[in-house]
């Protein structure tokens, strides 16, 4: 008989493990157990990874003190930080805005949408979520601003928000949303203008490529063939610039 380590209650023998290992089960809590594990890092204890990580130890340096593999190493060090949370500065009584981007995942039909807040003065952003335009989505990013004691919260004339933000701090107006707005077009024209640089630039450089394949091969036989390849290189570069 052996007592189970969960809840203290009496274990019965339950089989065996792979390894010939007695199994144990709890009659109270009806977990299986073993009343010695051969896998070291059973034995080993949470403070022992905070100390380290307090140290400034890699995984790979904890894993060979500790003697357990790396992905138990990773794993505990999420369990640790998963209930911790920034500290959140904040400034009482200030003004927010919040609206949604809609946007597409590697194709158009992959819909998505960008739900944020920011303050209207410094213009931070505060929250996000990314997924659908649904409650679930934009809850969580109306609790961020709650939690920050605001003033007012500005938003668009979407149903869902009635049903989530107190009426009292609720304004919903035509012109409350131009700074959140205006966040959005510069974020959407910039991803934008850096997709069309980057496809004009790998334009460009197979285009160079090809004009040098060419001139390499006919510089010999053809009089005047670097002249002409240049001349084409400009004219890209010109054109690719505009």
Not at 28 to 37: L, P, R, S, T, V
Not at 68 to 95: M, N
Not at 137 to 160: A, C, F, M, N, W
Request: hydrophobic residues 35%; contains cysteine; glycine residues 4%.
């Amino acid at each position: 008989m052996a007592n189970c380590k969960n809840c203290a209650g009496t274990c019965i023998k339950a089989g065996f493990q792979k390894l010939r290992i007695q199994k144990w089960l709890c009659k109270n809590c009806n977990k299986y157990q073993q009343i010695e594990y051969a896998y070291q890092s059973y034995n080993t204890d949470n403070e022992q990874i905070k100390a380290f990580v307090k140290e400034g130890l890699g995984i790979r340096s904890m894993s060979r003190l500790l003697r357990i593999s790396c992905t138990t190493i990773i794993k505990r060090i999420r369990a640790i930080a998963a209930p911790l949370k920034p500290p959140i500065l904040y400034k009482p009584k200030s003004i927010y805005e919040m609206d949604e981007m809609h946007t597409f995942i590697q194709h158009k039909r992959n819909d998505c949408w960008i739900s944020y807040a920011i303050d209207r003065f410094s213009k931070r952003v505060i929250d996000f979520r990314l997924g659908g335009r649904t409650k679930s989505k934009l809850k969580p990013v109306i609790e961020s601003i709650l939690y920050r004691l605001p003033k007012r919260i500005y938003t668009d004339g979407l149903s869902l928000y009635k049903n989530i933000i107190p009426t009292k701090k609720h304004r919903i107006s035509p012109y409350g949303t131009n700074r959140i707005e205006r966040c959005s077009l510069a974020c959407l024209t910039t991803a934008r203008n850096t997709l069309i640089n980057n496809m004009l630039w790998s334009k460009l450089q197979f285009c160079s490529s090809g004009f040098a394949d060419i001139r390499n091969a006919y510089q010999d036989t053809v009089p005047g063939i670097s002249v002409v390849v240049e001349t084409h290189c400009m004219r890209l570069c010109q054109v690719t610039s505009l």
